[in-house]
Structures are given as structure tokens and as C-alpha cells.
């Protein structure tokens, strides 16, 4: 998959620059971490499963209602497509999603004895689970040391320099070689809020960015413009 990049950095960040970046990320943001609603493992890939190309603030809409349901693989199976298909209409590729939580809750069932397993390539083999997906399982529900990269990361990567990139795989492949092993998963969280509240799609809010004097972004927003 690739996001738009407009305009970028015109160099990538220095070592040094990245880690004090990310510090100051995360020291606005001490307590970042998924605003997807989740209770357990198996709720989490869910709720990730089904946040593809949808906000999670729609995702959230709707998971309370079906994991109270399914809340494990079994339950999900027994509920069927049509029992997931009426909770989860409102959201985007519903269809596609309805069935993917029934393969892979019965995935999970005949191949990993109703657990999540613990690896990417595993995780993988799910139905509706691409690597995203499995980035994200992987370091929230398991810790590990991955980056997960989705538009808002892709765009504040490549707008202030911390890892430049044409598709999202280059860009994952930046960061997970520039940022260091014990600043992936608070960063992850960090960037991720960044880029949704801060620097936005359409208009980055640079005259509040903690990070703007070291962010290599040439066009900054550094005078707030009412819209
Ligand atoms: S200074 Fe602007 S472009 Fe750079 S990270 Fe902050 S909001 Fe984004």
C-alpha cells in the first residue's frame, strides 16, 4: 500500500535528531497508547482487523456491542456472518470484514488451539490480518519492538525526515533501521497521535509542535490561520 507525499523532508534526520524527536514526542504524550477499545488479545485484533481504512472512533462504535457477543474465537464462529454483519454495518468493507472475523476465528481455533500467536509471519497467515495489522497486535498486545506504519505515520516519517519513503514498506523499513529498539513501541503510540491531532493531513498545526524546531518539514504552518 502507498499514501500520497506531497512534500517531504529534504534529508533524512541525523541519529541524534531522531532520538531527541521521539523523546519529545513522547514526553508530550507520556501516556499514548491505542484509542482503539479493546479488553484482551483476541478483542484487540478485532478491533484492528476492523479498523482497516476506518476511523478507529467509528471502530469503537461498534466493538463494545459485537465483542459483548463474541467476545472469543469460538463465540465468534457460533455468532456467524449474519450475527457480525448487524453489528458492524456502519463501518467501511463491512462484507469483507464480516467474513474475515469468521476465517479467522476459525483459524485461530484449528491452528493456534484459540490463541494468538505471537509472530508476524503466523499472525499473517490470518484471514484480514496484513502486516499492519500484525505490527500493531505485535507491539500492543506483545511488546515487540515493531512499527507499525499507517497514514498518519507515513506522512509525519516523510514530512519531518525521521524515515522518507514512497510506500509504506519503505518507510516501515526507516524506521524500524533508525529508531532505536527501545523506542519503537512508546513511539509508535507517539507518532501515531502526532500525526492525527498535530501534524494533519491538510493543514499541520505546526505553530503548537513541540517538535518543530527540529522537524525538516520546509513548508511549517508556523502562524496559527483560522480556517
Ligand atoms: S513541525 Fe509541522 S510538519 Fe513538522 S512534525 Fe510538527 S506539525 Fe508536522
Known sequence: MSYKVSYEAPRDMKEGEIVTFLQMLAKAS????TELYYTDTFSLLVAVVLSAQTTDMSVNKVTPALLALAPTPEAMVALGEEGIAACIRTIGLWRAKTRYLVRLSQQLLTNY?????????????????????ANVVLSVAFGKPTVPVDTHVFRLANRSGLGRG??????????EKRIPESMKCISHHAMILHGRYVCKARKPECWRCVVQNICLFPCKEVNKKSD
Open 30 to 33: 507520556p501516556h499514548a497508547q
Open 113 to 133: 488451539g484459540g490463541e494468538i500467536p505471537q509472530t508476524r509471519e503466523a499472525l499473517e497467515t490470518l484471514a484480514g490480518v496484513g502486516r499492519k495489522t
Open 166 to 175: 514512497r510506500s509504506v514498506r519503505a518507510v516501515e523499513k526507516a524506521l
